[in-house]
């Protein structure tokens, strides 16, 4: 199922109804709500969806923005954090957040789940990757010294992401949507692919927790000969909710629209079935008739992933 992330022009808008119908013009019948969204574009897009102009697949923490928070970041508050009132910020922004997707209708909440606090060393890999450093004893050493110290303090991090899930479990199933727990495109975030597996298996028995699969973060790690992005996929795939869609320039612009950048679509999709909702979560920067014409060339390609409705 097909739909479109609001993240590509919430912020050129205050109306909600006109934000909804630019994406319905582009041939979209469903969006995720996504971070960022003021409080003020609410109710315009709840109007379009009660006149059944719209459908809603889910929804991304934190949605509504925290009012305080003056630009779009989804990261502002963080559930791993040392600070006890952001923990408590974040637990209560997603709180609203899985609320505001249950008034749509939404089936899930895509959650950020935090960082473990060392030095960012992910973009420094991208880069010597980008200078065709990959090969080389140094980039090697690198990338061992920051595996080793991320993994060295990753315990606590990890204790609080799932007493985090433990308590927001309870309000997703009270609200019927599934914590879709998103892949990230940094090592030094939280979870890593072995921490996911954990998670997964951790919260097996609980239907309201699942895995959300973000094409572009997890081919910028295969870009860094962190995993295999196919492997990974399938490995994922009994656990996964669904998707966000973009394309990635080698080795890092991610956030471009498919078949812009090296994604194996058609070695990847076969591990998506088609009712899992597949999201295009496009760069603002991005241009509406290069989306148009992606979007025919996608349904031409892979017709069984369309909405329903399209």
């Known amino acids: 199922m ?4 609001t993240c590509w022009n919430s912020y050129r808008h205050t109306e909600g109804e006109v934000l909804v119908r630019e994406i319905l013009r582009m041939g979209f019948d469903t969006i995720e709500i996504s971070h960022g969204l003021k409080i003020s574009l609410l109710p315009g897009i ?16 934190f949605c509504p923005s925290p009012v305080e928070v003056m630009i779009d970041a989804p990261d502002a508050y ?30 899930y909440v ?11 060393f992910s973009t420094d890999l991208e880069d010597m990757v980008a200078e065709g450093k990959m090969n080389t004893k140094a980039y090697a050493a690198a990338k061992l010294k920051a595996v080793q110290e991320r993994e060295k303090r990753a315990p606590l991090y990890m204790r ?5 899930l433990t308590t927001l479990s309870e309000h997703a199933k009270k609200h019927g949507v599934v914590l879709a727990v998103e892949s990230r495109s940094h090592y030094e975030q939280l979870p ?18 699942g895995y959300w699969h973000d094409f572009g973060h997890v081919e910028r790690k295969a870009n860094l000969s962190l995993l295999d992005h196919h492997q990974w996929l399938e490995r994922m795939q009994p656990h996964l909710v669904g998707c966000h869609l973009h394309d990635v320039i080698w080795p890092k612009r991610d956030h ?37 014409a992606a979007l025919e060339r996608w349904r031409e390609r892979y017709p069984d992933t369309q909405s329903t409705a399209a």
Not at 110 to 120: A, C, D, F, I, R
Not at 279 to 285: F, G, M
């Open 2 to 5: 097909l739909s479109f992330s």
């Open 46 to 61: 709840q109007k379009m969806f009660d006149d059944g102009a719209i459908k809603v697949s889910g929804v991304h923490n």
């Open 78 to 107: 963080e559930f791993t954090s040392h600070r006890h009132y952001e923990r408590e910020r974040a637990l209560s922004l997603s709180i609203k957040t899985i609320e505001t997707a249950a008034r749509f209708g939404g089936t």
């Open 110 to 120: 895509v959650l950020h789940m935090g960082t473990v606090p060392v030095k960012p």
């Open 160 to 164: 609080r992401a799932k007493e985090t």
């Open 192 to 209: 890593t692919e072995r921490e996911m597996v954990e998670l997964m298996e951790d919260f097996a028995d609980d239907p309201h927790v």
């Open 256 to 292: 471009r629209i498919p078949f812009q950048g090296s994604i194996d679509y058609d070695g990847l999709l076969p591990f998506v079935a088609p009712h899992k909702p597949i999201v295009w979560e496009l760069s603002p920067s991005r241009k509406k008739r290069e989306i148009i």
